[in-house]
């Protein structure tokens, strides 16, 4: 019964639909119990000879009527109780999505998305029925069976009563064991799904790296394994649950053996009459669902105990970036960086250290460096994905970024990652992100800055035209220019681009940033690259070389330090110039080739 003091808050709040149900049950049930005893009414006049057609017509007449009333008074109790356990499923799934969606990345580290997944699936569904058909059940099993033994009580032999439910305490002990084995139990089940959901999950999205690999035998080895893990504990469950129903049986079977027995004793010494009898046995076979019921009452509200305890688990843990409410002033202006140190929790040493430096607004920013230096992660602390050691880390207009709203501050930013991530929808979606409303000018605009309008005009259907989940019928270099694309639709005031020209050619790459920089005059621009070209004509170049600035000027100015700036362009400037002497010679043999 915990899960119910969990939910307190919901019966609470939906009360007026659960008092309608409950009281139409109430009714429902009551009238259930009238044809029992008008059968034992006709059966003595018959045995009486006393039995009139008049008589039975009524009786007739009033058991039809009552069966209407039982017939809509269930599909309202119904109705209001699948309603408001409908509205829990609702509540709960949009609680856990504004979870998801505000926990820092340091979250997804520690829940893989399949079991995410299957707490805002399974777990809800089981919490669900706790509030709907298991308030049904157990409703219907107290208010059935508590109403028919007071009728068997006070309208056949209060003494015969006693009798039958002299077996009924053993039940109580046994199905309250039961469902305690079967909390955890299901527990684990869930747990293993969760594993299985995950795996799937991965799979799919990874199926071309694993053909690529061969590696197809075992990842299904990998699922099959998960799959007989997921069946033998859902098998575990299955047993104990295969106990419910044995165990009510033999108890109402005792009842009913005891009934027999001790009735005909009471009939024949004319304590009770021939048509009590069967009202009697008639009233003990009604008692069959409720102690069924109770069986299937300790099954569901089990399994909701189990997977909301899971549900509240996630919704505990706390988010490390902490969220305050948005102000009046807008974020805009100069950003400063003075972080002494960054390190994650339960890190011993710093990711980032001795960061300073001021970026003027209509700046550009170049981040060069090696893999692992910390660009992308100094970029990551600026949109707050993590939280600084000390708020005054990292200002942006003459404020701590900290205290700006999370929404408000990151609504100045245009962020392109790393990790391009397009959704299973047309490119006129994936673009139109943030205004789904653009106009087709706005949107040929961004494409045309970007580079790639051309590529999208030569697909099928154009802009219609759907990517495929994760963009996976598009090359790099073009999912690299939608999520530019979809960037510069917002015109922000800060356009972060985190190594997002890796996958085009320099004549693209050239073509883009010349685009950017007539655009974008006056506004901010923070490019992250591993090519030298991509930053050359920043306003402030930083080299980044574990988790420090080394270096630090324009173009020009680092070229004369002869440091690794000065190092990596010459070398990566070789590596053109060869390349292009490479090509031509390739084009003048095929020339030289064509004259024979």
Known sequence: ????????????????????????????????????????????????????????????????????????????????????????????????????????????????????????????????????????????????????????????????????????????????????LLHDTFKKAQGAFSQLNDKTQESISGIKVTKSFGYEEDDEADFRELSDEVVGKNMRVAKIDALFDPTIQLVLGTS?????????????????????????????????????????????VQRGHASYDRIRQIES??????????????????????????????????RLHDIHFTLKQGMTLGIVGSTGSGKSLMLRLLLREFDTDHPDDIQYGGRAIRSYGIDQLRAQFGYVPQEHFLFSSTIRANIAFSQPDISDEALYHASQMSHIHRDIMGLPEAYETVVGERGVSLSGGQKQRISIARALIKDPDVLILDDALSAVDAETEAAILHNLKETRRGKTNIITAHRMSAVMHADMILVMREGTIVERGTHDVLLAQNGWYAETFHAQAMQARYAEDLTEQVERGGQHDETY
Request: net charge positive; charged share 15%; hydrophobic share 50%.
């Open 1 to 180: 019964m915990k899960v119910f003091r969990d939910l307190s808050w919901f019966f609470k709040q939906e009360r007026k639909r659960y008092v309608i149900a409950l009281v139409a049950m109430l009714i429902t049930t009551f009238c259930s119990l009238v044809p029992p005893r008008m059968i034992g009414f006709v059966i003595d006049h018959i045995t009486e000879g006393t039995l009139t057609p008049r008589l039975l017509t009524i009786c007739l007449l009033i058991m039809i009527g009552l069966g209407i009333v039982i017939y809509l008074l269930r599909f309202v109790s119904r109705m209001q109780l699948f309603g408001a356990s409908a509205k829990l499923g609702r509540i709960l799934r949009e609680r856990l999505y504004e979870k998801y969606t505000l926990m820092s990345p340091s979250f997804y580290q520690q829940y893989r998305t399949g079991d995410l997944m299957a707490h805002a699936t399974n777990d809800i569904r089981a919490v669900q029925s706790s509030a709907g058909i298991g308030v049904m059940t157990i409703g219907d099993a107290l208010i059935t069976g508590g109403m028919t033994l007071l009728m068997m009580a006070i309208t056949v032999s209060p003494k015969l009563t006693l009798i039958a439910i002299i077996p009924l305490p053993i039940l109580v002990l046994a199905t309250n064991y039961y469902g305690r």
């Open 317 to 350: 843990v706390e988010n490390d970036v902490k969220l305050v409410a948005n102000i009046a002033t807008k974020p805009t202006g100069d950003i400063v960086f003075q972080m002494d140190a960054f390190q994650f929790q339960n890190e011993q040493s710093a």
């Open 256 to 300: 009913y053996l005891l009934s027999m027995i001790f009735g005909a004793m009471m009939m024949l010494n004319g304590e009770i009459t021939i048509g009590d009898l069967v009202t009697f046995t008639t009233y003990l076979n009604m008692l069959v669902w409720p102690l069924l019921a109770l069986g299937f009452f300790f099954n569901i």
